[in-house]
């Protein structure tokens, strides 16, 4: 069964910068590589949405909110997917998660909190 690790959060100043990482293991790496990978946020009370998506080529996209600050990017030798995150504000403030971008879900992961404080 496919297992999804995020790491890299924690309690953050306004404007300042986290890197996310998220290890999918129990798969071959060729399986990681042909899957569009994304990363999604839930905050409080709130429904989980995708902040950045990145295709199997390499393309990416971008929720509004983050457009400009945020970079996604994955290393498929290490079945690693990357989230780099700057200028942060508190609207960032979300737990965090990895997952494949097509089809059906794996299993979500723990996720990572990420708390940006004012």
């Known amino acids: 069964q496919v297992q999804l690790v995020e790491s890299g959060g924690g309690l953050v100043q306004a404007g300042g910068s986290l890197r996310l990482s998220c290890v999918v293991s129990?798969?071959?790496?060729?399986?990681?590589?042909?899957?569009?990978m994304g990363w999604y946020r839930q905050a409080p009370g709130k429904q989980r949405e995708l902040v950045a998506g990145?295709?199997?080529?390499?393309?990416?996209n971008y929720a509004d909110s983050v457009k400009g600050r945020f970079t996604i990017s994955r290393d498929n030798a290490k079945n690693t997917v990357y989230l780099q995150m700057n200028s942060l504000t508190p609207e960032d403030t979300a737990v965090y998660y990895c997952?494949?971008?097509?089809?059906?879900?794996?299993?979500w992961g723990q996720g990572t909190q990420v708390t940006v404080s004012s």
């Open positions: 990145i295709t199997t080529g390499g393309t990416t």
């Open positions: 997952n494949r971008n097509s089809g059906q879900n794996w299993n």
């Open positions: 129990r798969v071959f790496t060729y399986i990681f590589r042909i899957n569009a």
